[in-house]
T-cell receptor, first 114, second 114 residues
Framework: AQSVSQHNHHVILSEAASLELGCNYSYGGTVNLFWYVQYPGQHLQLLLKYFSGDPLVKGIKGFEAEFIKSKFSFNLRKPSVQWSDTAEYFCAVISNNAGNMLTFGGGTRLMVKP | DAGVIQSPRHEVTEMGQEVTLRCKPISGHDYLFWYRQTMMRGLELLIYFNNNVPIDDSGMPEDRFSAKMPNASFSTLKIQPSEPRDSAVYFC????????????FGPGTRLTVL
């Protein structure tokens, strides 16, 4: 079945540590990829997106993600996290092989210790 | 722009009661989406509209759920009768000119059915 997988459900880091959150998808065809963030008690906000072109995408707040087509992956990275990055992060995929519906991964809860 | 507006922000009701959730999309956006977020199932797309017309309601869990979009600036999601397992956060999102474009999310309605 077509799916979006985020293997890390909970991540705990200290401030200044580097972050990498995994995202894998099983769709074929043309994909558009997104990372959304949900801060505690707030709505989802777009961090970054990939449609085409350079597979290394820069987003807001120092986040970046790399699309590796051969690995069906779109991992999110940040070289140095801050306490304010504590949130839940969702990877999402739209594929023309899946009716162009936005499908979310299960989310990764990140806690950054001050 | 005020962004996507949802009301109420919190709703507590008793099993069997009718619940109506409301959404005002960003002005000019032609796509509107309803999502449900639970701990067990994560984020699920329930239904989406294009130019006020329901396009795909395959995510609507049961006939107890219905959604309408009488005009470009207003949509409702109704649950009748409500059940405790409907307790969740319901998000509305809108996007412009295509479902592959960025979706802007509202703050959500936290529904508790006792």
């Amino acid at each position: 079945a077509q799916s979006v997988s985020q293997h890390n459900h909970h991540v705990i880091l200290s401030e200044a540590a580097s972050l990498e959150l995994g995202c894998n998808y099983s769709y074929g065809g043309t994909v558009n990829l997104f990372w959304y963030v949900q801060y505690p008690g707030q709505h989802l906000q777009l961090l970054l997106k990939y449609f085409s072109g350079d597979p290394l995408v820069k987003g807001i707040k120092g986040f970046e993600a790399e699309f590796i087509k051969s690995k069906f992956s779109f991992n999110l990275r940040k070289p140095s996290v801050q306490w304010s990055d504590t949130a839940e992060y969702f990877c999402a995929v739209i594929s023309n092989n899946a009716g162009n519906m936005l499908t979310f991964g299960g989310g990764t809860r990140l806690m950054v210790k001050p | 722009d005020a962004g996507v507006i949802q009301s109420p922000r919190h709703e507590v009701t008793e099993m069997g009661q009718e619940v109506t959730l409301r959404c005002k999309p960003i002005s000019g956006h032609d796509y509107l989406f309803w999502y449900r977020q639970t701990m067990m199932r994560g984020l699920e797309l329930l239904i989406y509209f294009n130019n006020n017309v329901p396009i795909d309601d395959s995510g609507m869990p049961e006939d107890r759920f219905s959604a309408k979009m009488p005009n470009a600036s207003f949509s409702t999601l109704k649950i009748q009768p409500s059940e405790p397992r409907d307790s969740a956060v319901y998000f509305c999102a809108s996007s412009l000119q295509g479902i592959i474009n960025e979706q802007f999310f509202g703050p959500g309605t936290r529904l508790t059915v006792l």
